[in-house]
């Protein structure tokens, strides 16, 4: 059975720093990941597709990358902003038609 | 563009009472459709998906159902509701190979 965890839980930086999120899952062969955002009361936002056959997807400041063999993706937000502030989470497909299975989140603040 | 609705965004319901949770697609044809729910301090629980009309999976044992009477349509119901219903329910859906999963607002629902 398909597991996500994501590391570390709550992250606090400086406004301005670049970081890096951290999602883990038991089982390598998936069919796509996806990173989501989501603010308080609110529902979540897509941010980043990763199919399986890539390896990183850009959007802005956002990068996120896949490595399939070891069953890790990373998000990587540049120059970090007030506004990023936000729980980001990390979900796996493992085929077309299966739900995906979700993270529990890590709960960024980016201290102005 | 595709869009998702939920309705009510909010609702308070005492023990005991029925429960009616609404999620409309626009824009799009034969979505899968999910419904999660995310109580205060766990992560996102899926409850039921349905990948067509009358086909619904379930997830999880309770005293929830769910119904698709119509492609877009995604109703997600209870005819006692218990103290453990409370939390945020989000409904979501993708194209039918599992593309890009797109969350709706949610419904807030406390349960006294």
């Known amino acids: 059975k398909q597991e996500v965890t994501q590391i570390p839980a709550a992250l606090s930086v400086p406004e301005g720093e670049n970081l890096v999120l951290n999602c883990s899952f038991t089982d390598s062969a998936i069919y796509n990941l996806q990173w989501f955002r989501q603010d308080p009361g609110k529902g979540l936002t897509s941010l980043l597709l990763?199919?399986?056959?890539?390896r990183e997807q850009t959007s802005g400041r956002l990068n996120a990358s896949l490595d399939k063999s070891s069953g890790r993706s990373t998000l990587y937000i540049a120059a970090s902003q007030p506004g990023d502030s936000a729980t980001y989470l990390c979900a796996v497909r493992d085929s077309g038609n299966t739900p995906l299975v979700f993270g529990k989140g890590t709960r960024l603040s980016v201290i102005a | 563009s595709q869009t998702i609705h939920q309705w009510p965004a909010t609702l308070v319901q005492p023990v005991g009472s029925p429960l009616s949770l609404e999620c409309t697609v626009e824009?799009?044809?034969?979505?899968?459709l999910y419904w999660y729910r995310q109580a205060a301090g766990r992560g996102l629980q899926l409850l039921f998906y349905s990948v067509g009309i009358g086909q619904i999976s379930s997830e999880v044992p309770q005293n929830l159902s769910a119904s698709r009477p119509q492609d877009r349509q995604f109703i997600l119901s209870s005819k006692k509701l218990l103290l453990s219903d409370s939390g945020f329910y989000l409904c979501?859906?993708?194209?039918?190979?599992?593309?890009?999963?797109?969350f709706g607002p949610g419904t807030r629902l406390l349960v006294l």
């Open positions: 979501a859906w993708t194209r039918q190979r599992g593309e890009t999963q797109y």
């Open positions: 824009g799009t044809s034969n979505p899968n």
């Open positions: 990763i199919q399986s056959s890539q």
